[in-house]
């Protein structure tokens, strides 16, 4: 099981965090976490609901993580495994995560597939996401697969949909001419644009579309 223990920085002020996997009794937090992370016009239908979160402890708990500061749970990441296909990259959201319930896990699949990334507003500014990004990362290393994948929301794109396609938006974003809230997060975090897929989720700020990006273990050409 996954848990390591940080510094981050409230301004020059460090602040303890530790990156745990999440139990049965951080259910309530994650709930709440899900209602403060993705507010309206987020479905709320989409948010976590106690049957999935039971699938991910159970089905791939190596992949169910949670940032606590000061005893708090301030965030979460959930992933699962399963055989991508690059040469049949289009997929949705719903379909690749079975809904969130991650029922289709693969244990012995090779990418760990992202279902959810989120962090409660007021925590933002430690730059949380990017560290359970990191561990996540670790955790693909440490269990000897290809990638993490995952379709990030491009919640900027509505702005500028009469005017470019949703490819032009995500290459304007990676040229640095236009910053987009999940996009430009995950480029930091270095995960790197695979395409754009039509009909992802239904969210209406991204028009529908999401942006597959993966992050590659650099060890991948030994396991192979």
């Not at 480029?187 to 009909?199: E, F, Y």
Request: proline share 8%.
């Amino acid at each position: 099981m996954y848990r390591k223990e940080l510094f981050v920085f409230e301004g020059v002020k460090p602040v303890p965090v530790i990156i745990r996997n999440y139990e049965e009794k951080d259910f309530p937090d994650l709930l709440r976490i899900q209602q403060e992370c993705f507010p309206s016009p987020f479905p709320p239908e989409l948010w976590w609901n106690e049957e999935q979160l039971i699938n991910h402890v159970t089905l791939f708990p190596e992949g169910a993580l949670c940032i606590e500061v000061a005893g708090k749970i301030a965030g979460s990441m959930t992933g699962l495994l399963v055989d991508f296909d690059p040469n049949h990259p289009d997929h949705s959201w719903e379909e690749i995560t079975d809904n969130g319930y991650i029922r289709n896990h693969q244990p012995d699949g090779s990418t760990l597939y992202v279902v959810d990334i989120g962090v409660r507003p007021s925590y933002r500014k430690l730059s949380l996401g990017k560290w359970l990004m990191f561990s996540m990362y670790e955790v693909v290393v440490h269990l000897r697969l290809e990638r993490l994948l995952g379709g990030g929301r491009m919640p900027g794109y509505h702005k500028w949909a009469g005017e470019m396609s949703p490819e032009q938006y995500i290459e304007s974003v990676v040229r640095g001419e236009l910053k987009d809230p999940v996009v430009t997060f995950l480029l930091r975090c270095g995960r790197t644009p695979v395409r754009v897929v039509a009909d992802y989720l239904e969210d209406e700020e991204s028009c529908n579309y999401g942006t597959l990006m993966e992050w590659k273990n650099p060890f991948s050409i030994s396991i192979k």
